[in-house]
């Protein structure tokens, strides 16, 4: 049986078939889309998780010296995103997963390092929200304004 609408003046006609199938590939893109998300997106409690299981995982702080050196989350590295190159990260291991951040969403520095880091051949994901929502979600940051308060990352080991 064929259904059958005027749009605008044009008439069409779908099987029913055809408008499962139709239904069935926007449901494989949605699906496609929320995997590529996870596998490019980290949230600030994931990243907490896994530096408390002692994954092989690093923060990446993005932005230049002086945010670093203000406040970080634990444990971070600094490479500035307009300073990665070659000759910055030479000293990296490629084997592990780095969380790029930067301030937050207002920011982008995450995402450009993101993408120079993933252009120089390393693994990485970018942390939503930054170290504004990792302090927002509760965690502890270093600096000479840090908020210790939060909670800490400890090794159980």
């Known amino acids: 049986m064929m259904n059958s609408f ?6 069409s006609c779908f099987s029913f078939a055809s408008l499962l199938i139709l239904k069935y590939r926007k449901m494989d893109l949605q699906i496609k889309h929320y995997e590529n998300k996870l596998a490019f997106e980290m949230d600030p409690s994931d990243l907490f998780d896994a530096l408390n299981n002692n994954e092989k995982v690093i923060p990446l702080d993005a932005r230049k010296q002086f945010g670093f050196e203000t ?7 600094n490479i500035p995103h307009r ?4 000759e910055s990260t030479k000293h990296l291991d ?20 993101a993408l120079k880091m993933s252009k120089l051949g390393f693994k990485v994901k970018e942390l939503i929200g930054g170290i504004e929502w990792w302090k927002f979600d509760g965690y502890a940051t270093e600096g000479t304004k840090s908020s210790p308060s939060g909670e800490k ?3 159980a080991c």
Not at 99 to 109: F, L, M, R, W
Request: aromatic share 10%; proline share 2%.
């Open 153 to 155: 990352i400890q090794c």
């Open 6 to 11: 005027r749009f605008y003046g044009v008439q």
């Open 83 to 86: 300073e990665m190159n070659e």
């Open 71 to 77: 406040e970080h989350i634990p444990m971070a590295i």
């Open 94 to 113: 490629k084997d592990v997963l780095y969380v790029t951040y930067c301030d937050g969403i207002g920011c982008n520095a995450s995402t450009k390092g």
